[in-house]
């Protein structure tokens, strides 16, 4: 059974809403799904111009536990840029809206920028020198 790529990553998030405008403040996203509710709220988004589908989740029993990569699940997100020059990009971005970030870092396969959402969730912004 073939395997043909990931359809979407969602992630648990302490208020939809901001979440939703902090991505957006990052990223072009097309609301594909709104799934509004009491015990969970969800809305999946098209990021603009892409296939990738990013999903963000409010659940009423959220314990506000803050994100931790060190437990056991997610240890953070990776959305792709097709060169360097885009990367280098996305540190200007992040300097303008005033979010902390690790800087372009070189590494064996390309460069990573390292930052955290407002849940302190971690991501990454990745360039990928083989598959550019």
Not at 58 to 65: I, P, S, V, Y
């Amino acid at each position: 059974m073939e395997v043909t790529g990931y359809h979407h990553v969602a992630l648990t998030v302490s208020d939809l809403d901001r979440s939703e405008a902090w991505y957006a403040a990052l990223v072009d996203l097309e609301v594909v799904l709104d799934e509004p509710g009491e015990l969970r709220r969800a809305r999946v988004y098209r990021l603009a111009g892409t296939a990738e589908l990013l999903g963000l989740v409010e659940h009423a029993a959220n314990d506000g536990t803050a994100f931790a990569p060190t437990t056991t699940g997610l240890d953070h997100v990776a959305f792709s840029v097709a060169t360097r020059e885009a990367l280098d990009g996305w540190v200007a971005r992040l300097d303008e809206l005033g979010i902390e970030h690790s800087g372009a870092i070189d590494i064996p396969m390309g460069a990573i920028l390292n930052l955290k959402d407002p849940d302190g969730i971690a991501l990454s912004v990745f360039w990928d020198r083989d598959h550019s």
